[in-house]
């Protein structure tokens, strides 16, 4: 039920990033991955306990206060219990028994008071390290360059666990720094006690303590090699659990009746990973029952052995009250310091994978000091490129040589999975090429910093995103600087054909853009939903908020519209496009007729290049494609 290693702790070699990750910059660019080093349980500690100052100091240093003032009271305690008993048996004359109790009432609602200021700290320094973690972790998420990562199964259960650890494992070290400390003066406080009356007992409860403790580290132990295990099973179970509660698929799994297929599937899931844990559980009951005998062994010798004193006027009854609650108190600090430690160790365990994150999964290399990338002047080149996703998928482009020239329109057209949107993955550089260059006025873009190369790219992506946002914020995103400017949010609108829509929607541009959410400012306002051309149009706007940039890329942009839409919108965006270079994929072939070049790309390469009457001139794959579109469009019309 362990992880490879036992420890759920993977082998690093488990991520499989795509072949391109390992070219390696030709800058001689370092990684962005730094050099794993310091990764061992004390540099992990090191790294919880700095995360957990930098977030609460103040209140941190506070609970630490009344965490180990707290440790004190059980021994004061057990003493006040002796001393009450003696008193009321008149074995000592140590004072009032009243005055006594008095005393005790007094340190048990101190620890009362204390225990209640402990957890209201305990929540407060949790509640800081868990968003300071988050802030770090999405940082470190949103530093990753290429889209590889996100195709990793391992990194994807990486990070569901790094997130769920990132602000539980300092606060469990701290938690089991503190339980220490509190329970290191708990014990030797009552140890003291004990061995004011038997030395041999003191140390019998305390070497009582040892298999308690090597028991909690080994379970800590196998609880984290199976939160490793059972990630993934976690993970399909919420794909299936979406699948049953989301919108977006409800009408398919309605209509194909999938309901029971799903709900299946995510039990199994379930049931997988309970299983797991299932095993963990009993594990530990055994364990902990083992615990229980040893406890029990120590005890019941001891109190035999302390009322045989009493009896023979060795002890006093209050010496054997003190006794039993210190013998009692021991064993349970001793369970508490074991199960802290365990705690604390199996989180950190986990923090592991936090920490991975933080320092960098394996990326797209960037060069050391990356070449400026000045507006474009020449064109973009495509040299050679081949490409596949990672060693285990096939070839999908096999040198591809294609030059889109400054200022210029360039369609590329291909049958389904000839490669177009890899290709255009390629100019944004979410991948590099296996082999081969992608060239920005001769500047390999490997060279560059992916952030300026992207700066200079407005994209509608064949899968583009529907942001659920206000209506204003789905088309303002497309230039944060933007965001907030009205009169340039509803000139893109405009130029997408989709203002109007926007302006009729309950709350105008405020409206949101969703089924799922309520207004943050008016819980009562109900989103909404916009058709499919309509969220294209949308899409198209955001592009639009770009017009300055020096690559227009549209991947499918009018896939979605009517046929009078989709004139409006392509006359639209032949004048976003006039001047610009633009690299526009479309299966209608009447919208790319007028592009300055027309490639087609087939297994992997470009097959023919030219424009739309040279292309149909040549009789090839092109006018083949377009012949039987237009005569599907006349056989439409004669009907
Ligand atoms: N993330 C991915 N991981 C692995 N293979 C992929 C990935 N994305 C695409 N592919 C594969 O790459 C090939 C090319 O896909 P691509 O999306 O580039 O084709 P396309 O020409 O844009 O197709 P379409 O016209 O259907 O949009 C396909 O065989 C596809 O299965």
């Known amino acids: 039920m362990t992880g490879p290693s036992g420890t759920g702790e993977e082998p690093e070699s488990g991520f499989a990033g795509p072949a391109g990750l390992t070219v390696p910059s030709p800058t001689g660019g370092e990684p962005a991955t730094p050099p794993r080093t310091g990764d061992g349980t004390a540099a992990r500690i090191v790294e919880a306990a700095r995360l957990a100052v930098r977030a609460a100091p103040g209140r941190l240093a506070l609970y630490v206060v009344v965490t180990l003032v707290s440790a004190a009271l059980p021994v004061g305690t057990a003493w006040l219990t002796r001393a009450i008993v003696n008193g009321l048996t008149g074995d000592s004359g140590l004072g009032e028994p009243a005055l006594l109790a008095g005393a005790l009432g007094a340190t048990v609602l101190g620890s009362m008071a204390l225990t209640a200021a402990g957890t209201f700290l305990r929540a407060e320094v949790e509640r800081e390290i868990g968003a300071l973690a988050k802030e770090r972790l999405f940082t470190a998420v949103a530093r990753i360059r290429g889209l590889a990562p996100f195709e990793d199964p391992a990194f994807l259960d990486r990070l569901q666990l790094a997130d769920e650890s990132g602000g539980r494992g300092p606060n469990r070290v701290i938690e089991g720094l503190l339980g220490v400390s509190r329970s290191a003066l708990t014990i030797s406080g009552l140890l003291g006690l004990v061995s004011a009356l038997s030395p041999l007992m003191a140390v019998i409860v305390l070497l009582s303590g040892v298999p308690v403790l090597a028991a909690e580290l080994l379970l800590g132990k196998h609880r984290a090699a199976a939160f490793w295990e059972i990630t993934p099973a976690e993970r399909r179970e919420i794909f299936y659990r979406d699948l049953l509660a989301t919108e977006r698929a409800a009408k398919e799994v309605r209509l194909l009746g999938l309901g029971g297929f799903v709900r299946g599937r995510m039990?199994?899931?379930?049931?997988?990973?309970?299983?797991?844990?299932?095993?963990?559980?009993?594990?530990e009951f055994a364990v902990r029952a083992g615990l229980g005998l040893v406890g029990v062994a120590v005890l019941v010798p001891g109190l035999v052995w302390a009322v045989a004193a009493a009896r023979a006027g060795r002890l006093?009854?209050?010496?054997?009250?003190?006794?039993?609650?210190?013998?009692?108190?021991?064993?349970?600090?001793?369970?508490g310091v074991a199960q802290d430690i365990a705690r604390a160790h199996e989180s950190l365990l986990l923090f592991r994978h936090y920490l991975t994150v933080l320092r960098g999964v394996p990326d797209l290399p960037v060069a050391v000091r990356p070449a400026?990338?000045?507006?474009?002047?020449?064109?973009?080149?495509?040299?050679?490129?081949?490409?596949?996703?990672?060693?285990?998928?096939?070839?999908?482009?096999?040198?591809?040589?294609?030059?889109?020239?400054?200022?210029?329109?360039?369609?590329?057209?291909?049958?389904?999975?000839?490669?177009?949107?890899?290709?255009?993955?390629?100019?944004?550089?979410?991948?590099?090429?296996?082999?081969?260059?992608?060239?920005?006025?001769?500047?390999?873009?490997?060279?560059?910093?992916?952030?300026a190369l992207r700066g200079r790219i407005s994209a509608v992506f064949q899968d583009y995103m529907d942001y659920e946002l206000t209506a204003a914020e789905n088309v303002g995103v497309g230039d944060l600087d933007a965001l907030h400017d009205q009169d340039r949010i509803e000139a893109a609108a405009r130029r997408?054909?989709?203002?109007?829509?926007?302006a009729a929607l309950p709350d105008g541009y405020r409206t949101l853009l969703s089924r799922r959410f309520t207004s943050d400012v008016d819980r009562e306002a109900v989103g909404v939903g916009l058709s499919g051309g309509q969220r294209q149009r949308v899409a198209l706007a955001r592009a639009f908020m770009r017009a300055d940039r020096d690559l227009v890329i549209l991947d499918e942009p009018s896939a979605g519209l009517d046929a009078a839409a989709e004139h409006e919108v392509h006359t639209s965006l032949k004048e976003y496009r006039n001047g610009l270079t633009s690299l526009l994929i479309s299966h209608r072939l009447g919208a790319v007729r007028d592009a300055d070049r027309i490639v087609v790309l087939s297994g992997g390469v470009v097959v023919e290049e030219g424009s739309h009457d040279e292309l149909v001139a040549a009789g090839g794959e092109y006018a083949r494609l377009f012949t039987l579109q237009a005569s599907g469009y006349r056989s439409r019309t004669a009907v």
């Open 267 to 283: 039990l199994a899931e379930r049931r997988a990973h309970e299983a797991t844990q299932r095993r963990v559980d009993r594990r």
């Open 316 to 335: 006093s009854v209050g010496d054997v009250a003190m006794f039993i609650t210190a013998v009692m108190g021991v064993q349970a600090a001793l369970g």
């Open 372 to 451: 400026a990338l000045p507006p474009l002047r020449r064109g973009i080149e495509l040299r050679d490129v081949w490409f596949r996703y990672s060693e285990g998928h096939p070839w999908v482009l096999r040198g591809v040589n294609l030059v889109i020239p400054y200022g210029r329109a360039v369609a590329l057209v291909g049958l389904n999975g000839a490669g177009k949107s890899t290709l255009v993955k390629l100019l944004c550089r979410f991948y590099d090429p296996t082999r081969g260059a992608v060239l920005w006025d001769g500047v390999d873009i490997r060279e560059a910093d992916p952030d």
């Open 496 to 502: 997408a054909g989709v203002h109007e829509t926007l």
